[in-house]
């Protein structure tokens, strides 16, 4: 039998309402992915992300320096707006939110994870793929999930032929996703916005050129932004 460990609540006055959230995640329109080399890229990058427009990171859990980065972030670029990626378990999503994070991310359907965070009021955008996945976020409630992996599983035309029978589900497509076809997937009328690696380039990363991942977030900023100010008018 699986043990779960309990943790204690936080209060809600220390985080936004999840309305609030996930309006300013739809607002923003992308969602960069981050994975660290080292801690000491995490607070240089948060600023390069801000600058081009998008102050939001998906940290992800691909790298031992994770935790650091995200609590490095939360202390001194606190615009910007901490997720947590690639998120496997419970304990986790945890630590995530003790480090910062306002809401977390996982790569398939886990319903421990989905739970725990739904349980503790926390922002939860589960991985789908199929039918079956969003049929476990809606039933729970759920109206902004994660569609990965994206382009592998058929993409632009998958995501409007779930709008049918889910018109009321809201996706962030991941996996595939790039500045060539990101126009396609931020007009569907079911994604609220889009993520991947491709605001943080990873030669950018390696080699410390801030600039070029703020003009990254800039370009795609400017291809989302009148999209959604359209959806929204």
Not at 43 to 56: D, K, W, Y
Request: net charge negative; glycine share 8%.
């Amino acid at each position: 039998m699986t043990t779960i460990t309990t943790y204690p609540k936080r209060e809600s006055h220390e985080r936004l309402s999840l309305k609030e959230q996930t309006d300013y995640l739809c607002s923003i329109g992308v969602i960069p992915l981050v994975t660290f080399n080292t801690p000491d890229e995490a607070v240089p990058l948060a600023r390069a992300l801000a600058a081009g427009g998008v102050p939001v990171a998906e940290v992800t859990f691909r790298s031992a320096a994770a935790l650091e980065g995200m609590r490095r972030i939360h202390a001194e670029v606190p615009e910007v707006t901490l997720m947590a990626g690639t998120v496997h378990t419970v304990r986790q999503a945890h630590q995530a939110i003790e480090a910062g994070c306002t809401g977390i991310v996982t790569p398939d359907f886990d319903e421990q994870v989905v739970d725990w965070c739904m349980g503790d009021d926390i922002l939860v955008v589960p991985g789908t793929a199929v039918p079956t996945d969003v049929e476990k976020a809606w039933d729970r409630g759920l109206r902004y999930v994660k569609f990965f992996p994206a382009e592998a599983y058929g993409g632009v035309k998958t995501l409007k032929a779930l709008n049918g029978p889910f018109s009321d589900m809201k996706f962030l497509p991941t996996g595939g996703v790039s500045l060539k076809n990101l126009k396609d997937y931020i007009s569907l009328p079911n994604v609220f916005a889009v993520g991947g690696s491709f605001p943080v380039p990873k030669d950018a990363q390696n080699s410390g050129d801030w600039d070029a991942i703020t003009k990254a977030c800039k370009q795609a900023r400017e291809l989302v932004k009148p999209i959604i100010e359209a959806k929204n008018a």
